[in-house]
Structures are given as C-alpha cells and as structure tokens.
C-alpha cells in the first residue's frame, strides 16, 4: 500500500526547495532550509511507521472537479493578490 500522505509532504519539499533556488539570503536558507530538512526527516518518519488506512472520500468526478477547481482557484489567490500582501514580494 502505498503512503498517500507523502503526497502532502512532497508538497511541503518542493515548495521550500523553490524558495532556496529563487533566495539566497541567509534568513532565506534558515527558514526555507528548516522546512526542507523537516519535509526529509518526516519522509524517513513515514517509511519507517506501520502504514494505517487512510480515510478518503469516495472517488467521483464530483470530488474530483471540487479538489481541481478549487485548488486552481487558491492557486490564483495566492499569485495575484495574497502573496504581495502578506510577504510584500511579487511572486511574478
């Protein structure tokens, strides 16, 4: 069975891996380097746990459009307005 959770995770790993690419500050590597090496030693946490069954909704295409459309929706909050406003840097 494989670990769904890590796919949360992973996210958690690529978002601080971008941020180290993109600053090279020394606040930025502390901060955006703590989350990277928490994101790793969780990932070990997890293959080394007794796996659980995960609770999930059922798979429609209901659940489907609600997660995709919805995360394209915050995905665009995000760029457009909250990030300028809550970190004061212009993610594009």
């Known amino acids: 069975m494989a670990n769904k959770s890590w ?5 958690v790993f690529y978002w601080a ?3 180290l690419l993109a600053n ?9 380097g703590s ?5 790793i030693a969780d990932r070990i946490s997890m293959k ?15 659940n489907d459009t609600i997660a995709v459309v919805g995360g394209l929706a915050a995905y665009v909050v995000m760029v457009l307005w909250v990030h300028q ?8």
């Open 24 to 32: 090279g500050m020394l606040h930025d590597v502390l901060l955006f």
């Open 17 to 19: 891996l971008a941020h």
């Open 7 to 11: 796919h949360n995770n992973r996210s």
């Open 48 to 62: 080394r746990r007794t796996q659980r069954p995960i609770a999930t909704l059922p798979a429609t295409k209901a």
């Open 85 to 92: 406003w809550a970190f004061g840097v212009a993610p594009v």
């Open 35 to 39: 989350f990277l090496a928490w994101a």
